[in-house]
C-alpha cells in the first residue's frame, strides 16, 4: 500500500476492518502470480502423482455433451509424472494457450476498446454519466449495468470494470471503489439476468437432461427461472451498492493519487461535445448495418435453422466482436470530432498501444492456461466434485437443508471449477434427480445452482479475469497486489453469498414461481 494511500485510509478500529488488514497485509506478500501459479503446478503434478498410485477414482452420471444423453462414467486420477503425462505436457503447451479463451476475449475487446479509451470517448463518457446522474444513484446505476452485461457473456470484465474506476475518480471518490463494485457486480451475479442470455439454454438444456433420467414426461424451459432472476437483480443491485459505500469506501478513505484530466472534474469540453456527437453518428451507423444483418427474416446473424436472434444465435456466439466493433468505430468517431485523433495513422497507434499494455498478463495467462489444462488432465476437481457430493446426498436431512448444503458444495467447488457449465455438467445428473425424488421442483435447484456458481468467482484466482482486475488496480495503487483484491472484495462475497441464500429460502419457504 502506498504511504499516501495509507495516510488517506479511515480508522479501521472494526473488527472486520482489522481482518481485511491482515488479508491484504498477507496476501501482498505472496510471490508474483506467475510464480504462485508454477508451484500450484508442481503441486497437481505431485498429488495427481499419489492419487493414480492410490487408484482413486469415482462413477457418477453425466450429460454427454454431443449426444445429450446421461451416461455412467468412472473417471480416475491420472498422473502427469507417467510416459502419457509427459507426453501430454510436453504436446499440448501451445493448444493449452491458445484454447484459452479469455486470451481471445480480452486482445479482440481492448482492440476496439483502446481506440476508445487513447481517444477520450471513455472519459468523456463517464464525465457525461456523471453529470446526468443523481450522485446518490450512480453506484447503483453502475451496479446494475455490471449485472446486466452478463448478457454479452464475458464483456462485463473487459469494458464495465475500468469504466467504473473512472466514474468512481472523476467524481473524487476512490476509483478502486468503483472497481470492486464493477468486479462484483459483473462476477458475483453473473448467473442471473433481466434477459434471457446464451448460458440459460445450456443451463436449462442440462437441467432437463437430468430431469429425464427420472421422468422424461416433464421439462423446463428458458424462463423457468426468470422471476427469480429479475428479482435478484434488483436485489443484488442495492446489496453491492450498500456494501460498497458502507464499507469499501469507509476502510480506503480519501483517494490521494493522480486524478484525471487535471482540474476538468464532470465538465464536457465543446472538443469534447463535438467528439460525442460524431460518435453519436458513428454508432447510428453501426446499429442501422447491424439492424440489416439481424432483424429480417433469414439475415445473416440469426440461427439458420430456427431464425433466432436471442440465444443461439451468429449474433449472440459473435457478440464480442460487435462489442469490439463498436468501440472501434465510435471511439474513432469521437477521436476525430474531438481532434485528439488526427487520421488512420493514430487510430492504428492506439490500436497497438492497448495490445502491448496486455504483454505481463498474456504471460501470466500463458502459465495460468496451463495449469488449468493439467488440473483438469488429473481428474482432480471431477474426483473432489463427486466425493463431495456423495457425501451431501447421504446427509439425512430435509428438503430445504439439502439445497443449502448443496449451494455451499458448488461454493466450494467454485474455486476450483470455476465454469458455470462445466459444474453444472457435473451436478445436474447427480443432484437434480434426487431432489425431484424429494418433491423439490428442478427450478428451485436451477435457482440454488445461480447462487452457488457467482460469488466465489470475485476472489478466486482460477477466474481468469481476477489477474486483469489486479494489473486494473495497479493503474491507482502501484502496490496493489492480490491480497488487495481479495481483502477488497471478501465483504461482497460474504454479504452476496449470505443475503442471496437469504433471499432463496425466503422465495422458497413462501412457494413463490421461480419462473414462467
Keep these: 500500500m502506498s504511504k499516501a494511500k495509507a495516510q488517506a485510509k479511515a480508522p479501521s478500529g472494526g473488527a472486520m476492518q482489522k481482518i481485511l488488514d491482515v488479508v491484504e497485509r498477507a496476501g501482498n506478500k505472496v510471490p508474483h502470480p506467475v510464480i504462485i501459479f508454477l508451484g500450484l503446478i508442481a503441486i497437481v503434478l505431485i498429488v495427481a502423482h499419489i492419487l493414480t498410485m492410490a487408484g482413486a477414482s469415482v462413477t457418477y452420471p453425466m450429460i454427454n455433451a454431443e449426444t445429450q444423453k446421461v451416461e455412467d462414467v468412472t473417471t480416475s486420477a491420472r498422473s502427469l509424472l507417467n510416459v502419457e503425462g509427459i507426453r501430454f505436457m510436453y504436446t499440448s503447451l501451445i493448444p493449452n494457450f491458445m484454447g484459452f479463451t479469455a486470451v481471445g476475449l480480452m486482445i479482440v475487446a481492448m482492440v476496439g476498446a483502446g481506440v476508445a479509451e487513447e481517444s477520450g470517448l471513455v472519459k468523456a463518457l463517464i464525465r457525461k454519466l456523471v453529470i446526468v446522474s443523481p450522485p446518490k444513484a450512480l453506484t447503483y446505476i453502475l451496479v446494475f449495468a455490471g449485472i446486466l452485461s452478463s448478457v454479452a457473456a464475458d464483456a462485463g470484465y473487459l469494458v464495465l470494470i475500468p469504466l467504473a474506476g473512472i466514474a468512481f475518480i472523476s467524481i473524487g471518490r476512490h476509483p478502486l471503489a468503483g472497481l470492486a463494485a464493477g468486479f462484483a457486480s459483473v462476477a458475483g451475479a453473473f448467473t442471473v439476468n433481466m434477459l434471457i442470455k446464451p448460458?440459460?439454454?445450456?443451463?436449462?438444456?442440462?437441467?432437463?437432461?437430468?430431469?429425464?433420467?427420472?421422468?422424461?414426461?416433464?421439462?423446463?424451459?428458458?424462463t423457468a427461472n426468470v422471476w427469480f432472476s429479475i428479482v435478484s437483480v434488483l436485489f443484488l443491485t442495492v446489496v453491492i451498492t450498500v456494501i460498497t459505500e458502507r464499507i469499501i469506501e469507509p476502510r480506503l478513505g480519501k483517494?490521494?493519487?493522480?486524478?484525471?484530466?487535471?482540474?476538468?472534474?464532470?465538465?464536457?469540453?465543446?472538443?469534447?461535445?463535438?467528439?460525442?456527437?460524431?460518435?453519436?453518428?458513428?454508432?447510428?451507423?453501426?446499429?442501422?448495418?447491424?439492424?440489416?444483418?439481424?432483424?429480417?427474416?433469414?439475415?445473416?446473424?440469426?440461427?439458420?435453422?430456427?431464425?433466432?436472434?436471442?440465444?443461439?444465435?451468429?449474433?449472440?456466439?459473435?457478440?464480442?466482436?460487435?462489442?469490439?466493433?463498436?468501440?472501434?468505430?465510435?471511439?474513432?468517431?469521437?477521436?476525430?470530432?474531438?481532434?485528439?485523433?488526427?487520421?488512420?495513422?493514430?487510430?492504428?497507434?492506439?490500436?497497438?498501444?492497448?495490445?502491448?499494455?496486455?504483454?505481463?498478463?498474456?504471460?501470466?495467462?500463458l502459465i495460468i492456461s496451463q495449469f488449468i489444462a493439467y488440473f483438469n488432465y488429473t481428474n482432480m476437481a471431477t474426483i473432489m466434485a463427486v466425493k463431495m457430493?456423495?457425501?451431501?446426498?447421504?446427509?439425512?436431512?430435509g428438503p430445504l437443508w439439502l439445497l443449502l448444503g448443496f449451494i455451499v458444495v458448488v461454493a466450494i467447488l467454485d474455486l476450483l471449477i470455476t465454469g458455470a457449465i462445466a459444474k453444472w455438467a457435473i451436478f445436474a445428473p447427480v443432484f437434480v434427480p434426487v431432489f425431484i425424488q424429494l418433491g423439490v421442483?428442478?427450478?428451485?435447484?436451477?435457482?440454488?445452482?445461480?447462487?452457488?456458481?457467482?460469488?466465489?468467482?470475485?476472489?478466486?484466482p482460477l477466474n481468469a479475469y481476477f489477474v486483469m482486475v489486479v494489473a486494473f488496480a495497479q493503474k491507482y495503487d502501484k502496490n496493489a497486489g492480490v491480497g488487495t483484491l481479495v481483502a477488497l472484495m471478501l465483504p461482497y462475497v460474504v454479504g452476496i453469498f449470505v443475503l442471496w441464500t437469504a433471499l432463496f429460502i425466503v422465495w422458497y419457504l413462501l412457494g413463490l414461481p421461480w419462473g414462467l
Excluded at 490500436?351 to 504483454?359: H, P, Q, R, T, V
Excluded at 457425501?391 to 439425512?396: E, F, I, S, T, V
Design 199 to 222: 448460458l440459460d439454454a445450456v443451463l436449462t438444456e442440462f437441467t432437463n437432461d437430468a430431469i429425464h433420467m427420472v421422468n422424461p414426461a416433464i421439462s423446463i424451459d428458458l
Design 255 to 365: 483517494y490521494e493519487g493522480e486524478k484525471p484530466d487535471g482540474e476538468e472534474g464532470a465538465k464536457i469540453s465543446p472538443d469534447e461535445a463535438r467528439g460525442l456527437k460524431y460518435a453519436l453518428f458513428g454508432l447510428i451507423g453501426l446499429l442501422a448495418v447491424f439492424a440489416l444483418l439481424c432483424l429480417p427474416a433469414g439475415a445473416p446473424l440469426r440461427n439458420p435453422t430456427t431464425g433466432a436472434l436471442i440465444g443461439n444465435s451468429p449474433f449472440m456466439n459473435g457478440l464480442i466482436a460487435f462489442i469490439m466493433i463498436l468501440f472501434l468505430v465510435t471511439g474513432a468517431a469521437f477521436g476525430l470530432g474531438a481532434k485528439t485523433l488526427k487520421g488512420v495513422p493514430d487510430i492504428i497507434k492506439a490500436m497497438e498501444k492497448a495490445i502491448s499494455n496486455l504483454g505481463g498478463l498474456i504471460l501470466l495467462l
Design 441 to 460: 421442483a428442478p427450478e428451485s435447484v436451477l435457482a440454488a445452482y445461480r447462487i452457488a456458481d457467482s460469488p466465489m468467482n470475485m476472489i478466486t
Design 389 to 397: 457430493a456423495d457425501g451431501l446426498k447421504g446427509a439425512n436431512i
